[in-house]
């Protein structure tokens, strides 16, 4: 999507403060003995208050409201009877849509005390999304984004999961361009045009290079294995840099 009018900015605003109060609300309520089945409920209930519809719902078909992903789960994960404890890492996606419009968001949260090492990782994955977003600003190289990313996690020693990209949102929840790298490329030569609208959403781990299937047809897992975590936001390209649309309010 790209915005050329302003209504299509408050739309596209609107929808990301909905899911954006979803996944703030949702992370609020984790608490261990609760499964990710409950933590999901909350999610879905608050999605259609807002009048939103669950996009890999809608999309895909997906099992729940929100994919929901703990420890060793790095993405997709399906809401079931599993229980959170304390010192679990949880992944919570949100994307929805309203009046056609979709937004994307999520973030890895802490369950009580997790080891200094994964608090380390989880402080370094936030500071990689926010690098990766300080690169989009309109008539610059979407490249520059996936190399940015790259440079911080090779100084600080991770890795970033490289079949997990960023992309395009608004129409719908995957659209043009797809497959926009958070990792370092020379081969995309792809030029972000104003009022282009994506997702930025690296995946940092402390090893991992690459997601793969599991048994359940959704849940992806890295490979090899390795503490994981993602960040994400929807952003507007402008001239001047990135409006960041999923912002709570």
Known sequence: MTITQEDELTDLKEIGRIVANALQTMATAIEPGMTTADLDDIGGQLLERAGAISAPKSEYDFPGATCISVNEEIAHGIPGDRVIASGDLVNIDV?????????????????????????????????AMQIGIAQVRADRPLANIGNAI???????????????????????????????????????????????VLTVEPFLSKGGIWANDGDDGWTLYSEPAAATVQYEHTVVATPKGAIVVTLPG
């Open 95 to 127: 994307s929805a849509s309203k009046n056609g419009v979709y937004a994307d968001t999520g973030a890895t949260f802490r369950v009580g005390q997790v080891k200094p090492s994964l608090d380390k990782l989880c402080r370094d994955g936030k500071r």
């Open 150 to 196: 790259g440079a911080f996690a090779a100084k600080n020693g991770y890795t970033l999961i490289r079949n997990l990209a960023s992309h395009g949102v608004g129409h719908s929840l995957h659209e043009y361009p797809t497959e926009i790298a958070t990792w370092p490329t020379r081969r995309d030569r792809r030029i972000i045009n104003d009022g282009l």
